[in-house]
C-alpha cells in the first residue's frame, strides 16, 4: 500500500510563506496526476492546485499568483511553496494522486 506523507505545516503571519511536502512511500507522482487540497471544519474539501504527470498546473482562483506546486520525482515529492499568505487560507492541506490516495493531512493556520 502506497502512503502519502504531509510536512510543512505551521503557524505563519499573514503575509508569510511556507512550503508544504508530500512524499509517496513508493515512486508514483511521475504516472498521474496529483494535488493539494484544504479544507476547513464545516465545509468542503477544495482543490488549490494539481499537476500533471507532464508537468502541467492548475490553480484555484482564490491561489493563483501566491501558490506554486512542483514536483520532484527523484525525491517522490510534490510540493506547495505558499506565498502572500492570508487569514483565509487557514485549513488542512491534503496531498492527492488520482483522485484517490489521501494523505493525512498538515494544519495550515495564518494569523492576521
Known amino acids: 500500500q502506497v502512503q502519502l506523507v504531509e510536512s510543512g505545516g505551521g503557524l505563519v503571519q499573514a503575509g508569510g510563506s511556507l512550503r508544504l511536502s508530500c512524499t509517496a512511500s513508493?515512486?508514483?507522482?511521475?504516472?498521474?496526476?496529483s494535488a493539494w487540497y484544504r479544507q476547513v471544519p464545516g465545509k468542503q474539501r477544495e482543490l488549490v492546485a494539481g499537476i500533471s504527470s507532464g508537468g502541467s498546473t492548475n490553480y484555484a482562483i482564490s491561489v493563483k499568483g501566491r501558490f506554486t506546486i512542483s514536483r520532484d520525482n527523484a525525491k517522490n515529492t510534490i510540493y506547495l511553496q505558499m506565498s502572500s499568505l492570508k487569514p483565509e487560507d487557514t485549513a488542512v492541506y491534503y496531498c492527492?494522486?488520482?483522485?484517490?490516495?489521501w494523505g493525512q493531512g498538515t494544519q495550515v493556520t495564518v494569523s492576521s
Open positions: 492527492n494522486f488520482r483522485g484517490a490516495l
Open positions: 513508493k515512486n508514483i507522482f511521475s504516472a498521474g496526476p
